[in-house]
């Protein structure tokens, strides 16, 4: 390999190490802002009554709450739609 192509091998390749460290940082960054703001509505709390608990669970216990939100579209769209519109492929269909 010559000098010549060493040296722009050398800086393509700290290129994409500086934007691969510059994504995880700002995607770190992004998704620590967005757990720490409210969604804008209140959890309901379950009732629990108190035969319910009157086992405690033995082992190992996972409790899953899972959130529907209207109109949701998965990020995965999102890009998909987004490559699609500079690449000149269909858009979003809605």
Partial sequence: MRPEQA??????MSMVY???SWTLVGSLFFF???????SGGELEQKDVSGNELSEYPK???????VTYKEDFV????????????WTGGPGPES
Avoid: H
Avoid at 7 to 12: D, H, K, N
Avoid at 74 to 85: A, E, F, G, H, M
């Fill in 18 to 20: 500086a934007l691969g």
């Fill in 74 to 85: 998965p990020v995965t769209d999102r890009i998909l739609n987004y490559w699609k519109s």
């Fill in 32 to 38: 620590s802002r967005k757990r720490s703001e409210p």
């Fill in 59 to 65: 082992g190992f216990y996972v409790e899953t709450i």
């Fill in 7 to 12: 040296v722009s091998w050398y800086r393509r």
